[in-house]
């Protein structure tokens, strides 16, 4: 079955994962902009990354057949420092037309700390101004529910913001009900040990329906499986779904929400050329 990973962090990944999803159908992955591993110590390493992500990440994926998207911002770990996040913002202009750019993402909180909600607003100014769509990062389990809450309440008392063209991620049984009855989409992250697991996802999916959600892998420095989608359809199919009801959330969700921004210009698979080994057919674009 062909899918798209809504979030997937390809640079944290060796090139032989993007084969191994081209191999189990992902025609499309988006990658949101998060953290190094370390905390960048300036806008001008934000501006190499924002360089990497629309120039030889797009470049790698291609040599797999998969068309790469992404996202620009300043992460909610290191939205804490609100001087270099301002600097950051400064610089995200000068990549908002890049021909794979969906808009400003993963924003949120991590901590749901005061300079943390700032810059959230900031950033969510910022794609409103530039009329972007927007993807966010929700905290981890043990404030989970508690900065959602407080990111949808920001979101709503901003009446320029679309909840059709912002995408609640990392949601789970605490926290789907949130996102989803204020209009807003929403992902499920599926983590081996974290977040969400396959099976997980799929009661979620039997509790709450399949409108406006979707499945991504995440696949960043940690335990974490870039075939997790595919690893979601099995389960799926192994309680008896139809295969109608799980390409809906794994394919026409995704692409259903991606099409919002101008610069998704999707080809689907009866357009696209035979895949091929991952073996360069061009040089890589380097990070300026």
Excluded at 9 to 27: F, K, N, P, Q
Aim: aromatic share 10%; net charge negative; charged share 25%.
């Amino acid at each position: 079955m062909y899918f798209i990973d809504p979030h997937v962090h390809m640079i944290s990944r060796v090139t032989d994962d993007y084969e191994r999803m081209a191999r189990m159908g992902c025609l499309a992955i988006s990658e949101p902009a998060f953290w190094a591993g370390f905390d960048r110590g300036s806008a001008d390493g934000f501006r190499d990354y924002f360089h990497h992500l629309t120039g030889f990440e797009p470049t790698r994926a291609k040599w797999s057949g998969i068309q790469h998207y992404t996202w620009l911002c300043i992460n909610a770990k290191e939205a804490e420092n609100v001087s270099l996040s301002r600097e950051v913002m400064s610089v995200i202009p000068e990549f908002i037309d890049k021909p794979n750019v969906l808009g400003i993402g993963e924003i949120g909180l991590n901590k749901n700390t005061r300079n943390e909600a700032t810059i959230f607003a900031e950033q969510v100014d910022l794609a409103v101004r530039f009329g972007q769509s927007i993807l966010i990062h929700t905290p981890h389990l043990r404030d989970k529910y508690k900065g959602t809450r407080m990111i949808v309440d920001m979101l709503l008392a901003d009446t320029r913001v679309e909840p059709e063209r912002t995408l609640i991620d990392h949601v789970e049984e605490h926290t789907v009900r949130l996102a989803k009855e204020e209009g807003f989409w929403c992902a499920m992250t599926l983590y081996p040990t974290t977040k969400c697991t396959p099976a997980r996802a799929a009661d979620i999916i039997e509790m709450y329906g399949d409108e406006r959600i979707m499945v991504n892998s995440a696949g960043d420095w940690g335990p974490s499986n870039p075939l997790a989608v595919p690893d979601f359809v099995q389960e799926m199919r192994r309680r008896g779904h139809p295969d109608s009801k799980i390409k809906k959330i794994v394919y026409d969700n995704p692409l259903e929400f991606f099409s919002q921004s101008k610069h998704f210009n999707f080809q689907p698979p009866d357009t696209l050329a035979a895949r091929t080994n991952p073996v360069p057919d061009e040089e890589p674009v380097p990070v300026k």
